[in-house]
């Protein structure tokens, strides 16, 4: 019962330095998501994936780029990282259902680190 | 746009006493609301949800909400608090992108 998976868990950048972020969903839902975590500031929403081919911004999508590859895939690629975007990203996916009420579910979290 | 505010960044709480953290939503009607709650260095979990079919809602390990579309609130609340229960939680709101509020920690003292 695996859920939402994201990798890495942990990951150091330099500034500069690209990398993805991996995240795969194996509950067959539509609709994908990624938030970042900042103390005091909440989660909020860097992309977002309504179905398979499709992206869109959501409130903090500067500096990132996402590909929704397949319907359980959904990765997130920081191009050039920087001390900014030191954060806890965390993945979702929700079912379409009516009987799931959209509820959303997480992976685990990968903490990353720009120095 | 739909939002959700949380009142307290911080609640702090003796074991056994109750727990009240308070969310309010903006003016329009949702038809969902949800706590979500995160233990530290985990994903966040549902702890319950709002679908109109009951304004007083049950949840995972005793905590309920209340609905109430006179004060546009939907706090949560455990008669009493557990050890356990140290967290942050986190109101949210959809529509196909959930919005949260900046979450509430609680600490639980013994």
């Known amino acids: 019962n695996a859920g939402v998976t994201q990798t890495p868990k942990f990951q150091v950048l330099k500034t500069g330095q690209s990398m993805t972020l991996q995240c795969a969903q194996d509950?067959?839902?539509?609709?994908m998501y990624w938030y970042r975590q900042d103390p005091g500031m909440g989660l909020r929403l860097i992309y977002y994936?309504?179905?398979?081919?499709?992206?869109d911004k959501g409130e903090v999508p500067n500096g990132y780029n996402v590909s929704r590859l397949n319907k359980r895939e959904f990765s997130l690629r920081l191009e050039s990282a920087a001390p900014s975007q030191t954060s806890v990203y965390f993945c979702?996916?929700?079912?379409?259902?009516?009987?799931?009420?959209?509820?959303?579910?997480f992976g685990e979290g990968s903490w990353l680190t720009v120095v | 746009a739909q939002s959700v505010t949380q009142l307290g960044s911080h609640v702090s709480v003796s074991e056994g006493a109750l727990v009240l953290l308070r969310c309010n939503y903006s003016?329009?009607?949702?038809?969902?609301l949800f706590w979500y709650v995160q233990y530290p260095n985990q994903g966040l979990q549902l702890l319950l949800k709002?679908?109109?079919?009951?304004?007083l809602v049950k949840g995972i390990n005793g905590f309920e909400a209340e609905f109430k579309k006179s004060e546009t609130s939907f706090h949560l609340t455990k008669p009493s608090a557990h050890m356990s229960d140290a967290a942050e939680y986190f109101c949210a709101v959809p529509p196909s992108k959930l919005i949260f509020g900046t979450g509430t920690r609680l600490q639980v003292f013994p």
């Open positions: 003016s329009s009607v949702p038809p969902y």
């Open positions: 509950m067959n839902h539509n609709s």
């Open positions: 994936s309504a179905s398979e081919g499709t992206t």
């Open positions: 709002y679908t109109s079919a009951a304004t």
């Open positions: 979702a996916s929700k079912g379409g259902s009516p009987l799931s009420g959209n509820t959303i579910y």
